[in-house]
Nanobody, 120 residues
Framework: VQLQASGGGLVQPGGSLRLSCVASANAVSINAIEWYQQAPGKQRELVATITSGGNTQYADSVKGRFTVSRDNSVNTVYLQMNNLGPDDAAVYYC???????????????WGRGTQVTVSS
């Protein structure tokens, strides 16, 4: 599984950004894709999850502001982030939980992060 995250940048407080995570998988199935944020000096934290069935979950800190969605036609998961504040500034990573139903191997793949900076 290979993941490519993009869409980060500089945004003013109250602004919006949309992150994209393009996933490519060979001979395995992706069960869920998650978005994580990691601020300087802090642990990586789960922000949002979307399953292969389209179910979504969010961290309390982003509920009502962030929306995770997917477009299967282009193998892409999006994270729409609205009303951004200083606490949202971080490197954002996407991760995929995958499984090979032939041999039941499973794992998690990570993409490179994309930087989100919130500043006036």
């Amino acid at each position: 599984v290979q993941l490519q995250a993009s869409g980060g940048g500089l945004v003013q407080p109250g602004g919006s950004l949309r992150l994209s995570c393009v996933a490519s998988a060979n001979a395995v199935s992706i069960n869920a894709i998650e978005w994580y944020q990691q601020a300087p000096g802090k642990q990586r934290e789960l922000v949002a999850t979307i399953t292969s069935g389209g179910n979504t979950q969010y961290a309390d800190s982003v509920k009502g502001r962030f929306t995770v969605s997917r477009d299967n036609s282009v193998n892409t998961v999006y994270l729409q982030m609205n009303n951004l504040g200083p606490d949202d500034a971080a490197v954002y990573y996407c991760a995929a939980d995958w499984v090979n139903y032939k041999d039941w191997a499973a794992g998690r793949a990570w993409g490179r992060g994309t930087q989100v900076t919130v500043s006036s």
